[in-house]
Nanobody, 115 residues
């Protein structure tokens, strides 16, 4: 059984920073792609950053967000700097063979950027 547990969301002022973490456990060795998606009410879930053999960033977060993975490959981080109100969303960790078709999702963590 695969489990993804996220942490690190919260309320931050515009221009601030947050760091999200996602710890994967279980039978994960065959899955190489881990990513962070986000979703706001009424919109589709969108991939904002991912890491597999290379890294991916959505245009809207390039230069502000950084994705990284620990040496074991089981924990992925999303460092979010210069946050904007439009970054407000529920952020979901993903795991799969590819970034665009995840097999597993975390429970989601709320990020709110507001003054």
């Amino acid at each position: 059984q695969v489990r993804l547990v996220e942490s690190g969301g919260g309320l931050v002022q515009p221009g601030g920073s947050l760091r999200l973490s996602c710890a994967a456990s279980g039978s994960i060795s065959s899955f190489n792609a881990m990513g962070w998606y986000r979703q706001t009410p009424g919109k589709q879930r969108e991939l904002v950053a991912g890491i597999s053999s290379s890294t991916f960033y959505a245009d809207s977060v390039k230069g502000r967000f950084t994705i990284s993975r620990d040496n074991t490959g089981s924990t992925v981080y999303l460092q979010m700097n210069s946050l904007k109100p439009e970054d407000t969303a529920v952020y979901y960790c993903s795991l799969g063979y590819t970034l665009i078709r995840p097999r597993y999702w975390g429970q989601g963590t709320q990020v709110t950027v507001s003054s």
